[in-house]
């Protein structure tokens, strides 16, 4: 038996005292959360499986283990005389890492194996682990006869191994030692053998405080992630690790600016120096961290809104459920998708927990959004499974339900029927989780019946020549090569197979139904609603004027602006446009549009205004190749702004490109047109959202 000294005494708790201690006595008792001992207690629950015994889980008298006085005996016995061990696995293979990465020489095996407390056979196996897990990363691990292990890779690469270790193995680990500092409860010279109790707590008082406010939160894998790379930058500078040039990016101008106040206020908490590329690597971090509030979209995200469109409109067709006018699902994903492709492209690993349960729970949904992902963003590569499901999570949430009814029925076709065929069935529905039955004909059976069609997929061991219908040839034994053709032969017929079929619809207990507290909340957002799209109706103005260049354009169109009572600081607003134009590429790709943009506190109203160019001028495009624009579209709006208000901003830059159509209707400088245009889509807007029919 193999336990931890922990799992130990809480079982012995549980037989001294059976039926009195409850999760919660027992947390409070060991000093540790909750959910610590309800993650033990499924430890124990395969524990008392090998002596015949059950833990009895009872709201009102408690914990209690039942079985035969002989079981319970047979594991007293086992309990007294057992040396538990307080090291997983996997905490050895972390403590293995962080001797290696701490070390700029070689390390001799005999030495680790001493270090770690473990044989040198079990040494050479997490080694090979570990050899795999670094490849990932750049990172070469080697061992050399005579000399040892050694450790190549840049800085950069292993303080992103390290992290990742972190984070894949010890998330909750992590979640829970942030809580118990914050209560001063965490009597440890250091978290998880690494880090200082003082840095993460500290660290996670200035993300806090610099990161986590106004409109714009982390999301908790986010939060604890950034905690866990700005502690390893400190320990690792601090001890002479230090970062090569990683570069400035102009895209992370704002996230530039928070890391470098966030570290001037630990080097003053901690007393420790950050580098210069300390701060932009962290920046990298944080730019593919979810810092974006679900309700804020930047405007110049044009062409990635389209491209989510396009998204959710052929996961629509897969699924047969018409997802296009949800468009909290269209901001949750578009708030989701720039740091996830950012992430990507930075080779950043993203770590979820939920991706397996994902996958169980809605193995259709899954399979129908990564098709459309990687056929949307084909230059993107491979997606991660931990990335797709983060995705599945905003149409699941969107379907609001709970399991999918889409049982998707398999036939397996084998010579006489018995035999391999029963393991070959278990087999399936052990691996590919999407499928929900399998039933198993002989060659005889299927000559006699004609029932072929009711099966969404037919498997045979052997050639079905007198079939007509499309079937996946796979050996008895179902090797590897087998379970990827089933799974890319259910990716490409998604549409088949949910036709016909829908998703479970909530029972009205399970409905999610949204109430607003007061009717005063229903009738500001009414008002914040008027207030925007009368705005932008009332302030459109289409500009004709020869010879101006696009600053000339801009500068003219705001000094009307202010004129109008719109605005006041003119001079602030075109300079704050002028930065804006700086930081990254404006132009909308395939369209002769330029959208120039900015929030600020001297902007009274939302503004949408148009303006045409006589000579195309050359400006940076979205996707930072140049381009000529032609129609020059300015949008200005307050610093503050609500949910409503947001909505309403972000609808006219979705619009801007829906289609083909609308791109020559806001090109064309026409302003009757174009504010046809603006109230089609904004009546669009209320129906769906506000005006229930």
């Known amino acids: 038996m193999v336990i931890t000294s922990r799992e130990k005494a809480i079982i012995e708790l549980i037989i001294k005292t059976s039926g009195k201690h409850s999760v919660f006595s027992i947390a409070t008792f060991l000093n540790v959360s909750v959910r610590t001992i309800q993650r033990d207690l499924k430890t124990i629950e395969k524990i008392l499986r090998e002596f015949e015994l059950h833990l009895i889980r009872n709201t009102n008298e408690g914990l209690s283990i039942e079985g035969k006085n002989e079981g319970i005996f047979r594991l007293i016995q086992q309990l007294t005389d057992i040396q538990p061990i307080d090291q997983t696995p996997n905490e050895r293979k972390l403590l293995l890492l962080l001797a290696l990465f701490q070390e700029t020489s070689s390390y001799k095996i005999q030495i680790l194996a001493n270090e770690l407390g473990v044989s040198i056979a079990t040494l050479t196996a997490y080694l090979e682990e570990l050899t795999e897990w670094l490849r990932n990363y750049n990172v070469q691990l080697t061992r050399k006869r005579g000399v040892g292990v050694e450790v190549n890779g840049t800085e950069i690469d292993k303080r992103k191994a390290l992290a990742s270790f972190f984070l894949l193995y010890f998330n909750e680990e992590l979640i829970e030692s942030l809580f118990l500092l914050e209560k001063a409860k965490l009597a440890q010279d250091k978290v998880l053998h690494y880090f200082q109790p003082e840095y993460m707590l500290e660290a996670d008082r200035a993300v806090h405080a610099v990161v986590n406010k106004g409109s714009t939160k982390l999301a908790d894998s986010d939060y604890i992630g950034l905690i866990v790379h700005i502690c390893i930058a400190m320990q690792r500078t601090k001890k002479g690790f230090l970062l090569e040039t990683v570069g400035e990016d102009s895209e992370l101008t704002g996230e530039y600016d928070l890391i470098k106040e966030l570290c001037k206020e630990l080097e003053q908490t901690c007393a420790v120096t950050f580098t210069q590329s300390d701060i932009e690597y962290l920046a990298v971090i944080l730019k593919g961290s979810k810092l974006q509030a679900a309700d804020f979209i930047p405007y110049d995200s044009v062409v990635l809104g389209r491209m989510i469109k396009n998204v959710i409109q052929f996961v629509s067709l897969q699924l047969h459920i018409d997802f296009s006018k949800d468009f909290s699902l269209y901001q949750g994903l578009l708030a989701h998708m720039e ?18 349960e994902i996958k169980r729970k809605y193995p259709v949904l899954f399979m129908a959004v990564k098709n459309s992902v990687e056929k949307e963003f084909k230059d993107m590569g491979h997606f991660p ?6 995705i599945v999570l905003h149409f699941g949430s969107a379907l609001v339900m709970r399991e999918e009814e889409l049982s998707i029925k398999a036939l397996v076709v084998c010579p006489t029927g018995i035999g391999t065929s029963k393991m070959l069935a278990s087999r399936i529905k052990k691996e590919i989780i999407e499928i929900d039955s399998v039933d198993i004909k002989s060659i005889k059976d299927l000559q006699q019946q004609d029932s072929l069609h009711e099966y969404d997929v037919i498997i045979s061991t052997v050639r079905l020549p007198f079939i007509s219908l499309d079937y996946i040839l796979v050996t008895p034994l179902l090797n590897d090569g087998d379970i990827v053709a089933i799974r890319e032969f259910l990716k490409r017929n998604i549409e088949s197979l949910t036709k016909n079929k829908q998703y479970r619809k909530p029972k009205k207990n399970e409905e999610t139904v949204k109430i607003k507290s007061t009717i005063q909340e229903v009738l500001q957002e009414l008002k914040d609603v008027h207030r925007s799209i009368e705005s932008v109706i009332k302030n459109l103005r289409v500009y004709r004027m020869p010879h101006f260049l696009h600053t000339q354009m801009i500068e003219e169109m ?14 602030d607003v075109i300079q704050k446009l002028k930065d804006r134009e700086r930081q990254g590429g404006l132009g909308i790709p395939n369209t002769g549009m330029g959208l120039f943009h900015c929030r600020h506190e001297k902007v009274r109203e939302l503004i949408f205004q148009v303006a045409h160019l006589e000579q195309p001028c050359l400006i940076k495009g979205m996707d930072g190749k140049g381009m000529y624009m032609k129609t020059l579209l300015l949008m200005l709006a307050p610093e503050e702004l609500s949910v409503r208000e947001q909505e309403i901003v972000s609808l006219i830059s979705v619009s801007l490109i829906e289609s083909d159509e609308a791109a020559i209707i806001f090109s064309s400088s026409n302003e009757e047109i174009i504010r046809s245009r603006l109230e089609a889509i904004f009546l669009e807007y209320l129906h769906t959202n506000l005006i229930k029919e």
């Open 339 to 356: 740091p996830a492709l950012f992430r990507m492209k930075q080779q950043l690993e993203l770590f979820n927990p939920l991706t397996e």
């Open 385 to 390: 499974d931990d990335e797709i499901a983060f």
């Open 558 to 571: 705001v000094r009307d602006a202010e004129r109008d009572g719109l605005l006041s600081h003119t001079s």
